[in-house]
């Protein structure tokens, strides 16, 4: 099974996937932009973009990435991992359950002064990110369209971490 935690920047998925795992026996955080990561490293570099999940190798990969861990490990993968854009959602979706993959699609969810506030005051990327702060307008399109009618929403604006791992852990094993 897959556990797919998405969300904008701010919401909390790094640090709520990790607790998620420590909850659920047998799981594993997998960090899908770690194969952007390995698609970044490419030399001579594959062409501009502004967000390696436009390069269509990306969404296959992670399917493949995540099938084959499953495949060796079993259990459970926990994967943090924004993904706004529906048709992504839909490729990647489709390519899990073609291998039979059970995915639960949940969605932090931080009203956007929140969201403002945690990258503000976020001493590991750094305050006021540009690049995460860009983010906020488009997933609250994607929330607004499509996003929120996807996953089960954990509405982060008042919860700890600890408080939305538990939630999710829960509705996993319930």
């Not at 701010?10 to 698609?39: I, M, W």
């Not at 307008?137 to 954990?154: C, F, K, M, N, S």
């Amino acid at each position: 099974m897959i556990v797919w935690i998405n969300g904008t920047h701010g919401a909390g998925k790094t640090t709520t996937s990790a607790l998620v795992q420590q909850l659920l026996p047998g799981s594993r955080v997998f960090d899908a932009e770690k194969v952007g990561e390995t698609l970044m490293d490419i030399t001579p570099g594959l062409p501009g973009t502004d967000n390696f999940q436009h390069w269509p190798p990306w969404r296959p990969l992670v399917v493949e990435t995540a099938r084959r861990v499953l495949d060796y490990t079993g259990g459970t993968l926990v994967m943090p991992m924004t993904v706004l854009v529906e048709e992504y959602w839909r490729e990647i979706s489709a390519g899990l359950a073609q291998h039979v993959i059970p995915v639960r699609h949940f969605v932090l969810h931080a009203d956007q002064e929140t969201l403002r506030g945690r990258i503000a005051g976020d001493t590991v990327v750094g305050p006021n990110s540009s690049f995460r702060l860009k983010y906020l307008e488009p997933y609250a399109e994607a929330a607004r369209t499509w996003l929120h009618g996807e996953a089960e929403v954990v509405d982060t604006t008042h919860r700890t971490p600890a408080q939305a791992a538990l939630q999710i852990a829960e509705a996993v094993k319930g």
